[in-house]
């Protein structure tokens, strides 16, 4: 069972899923490459890590609530700890940040 | 079957090839060190995304867990890192 034999309709939220998850998260990425600042690059990544991620894993759960006939929702585990653990990872970046610049 | 799911699964792993060689670049050339903690942050995120996007493209469910193990052990180092950066000491008496 690879990717070709999913059902439509499945396959087609999913593509669309998977498009936009991959544009948020090209765009996140060339914004930390591009931006001037720090703090204006610490904003760019996160778009990437919430809504890119958040896109995929739900294109991941249609897909393979689809190859396996029943709903699988195992993917709501990176889902939730992505969106727990990212903002802590910002926050102690951003004080790290204040931190060292100060003086 | 239909041919729209792998085209997208390509499509996804382009753009995440070209997001992890451009938070490459900013862990490389970041001027300072939290611009290098940030980059290795999206850089994970990243790959734990590409490897997810392995498994939709072979169906098979092996991929999960290794994506899972990288989301964990990422905010690990990312978090350790940070920690370094703000207090100069990870594990505190």
Redesign the interface.
Known sequence: ??????S?WA??P???L??C???L??V???G??RLEV?YA??HA?TM??TL??GC??I??ML??SA?AGRPVI??L??TV??LI??P??AM??M???M???RD | MNAILPWAVHFALACFAFAMLFALLRLLRGPAAQDRVLAFDTLYINGMLTILMLGIGTGSAVYFDIALLIALFGFVGSTVLAKFLLRGEVIEP
């Open positions: 069972m690879t990717a070709a034999d999913v439509l396959a087609l999913a593509a669309f998977l498009v998850g991959g544009l998260t090209l996140g990425s060339l930390l490459l720090f690059r610490i990544p990437g890590s890119g991620a995929v894993l294109a991941s897909v393979s190859v195992h993917e585990l990176i700890f992505i653990t990212s802590v990872t102690l970046l004080r790290a940040a931190h060292r610049t």
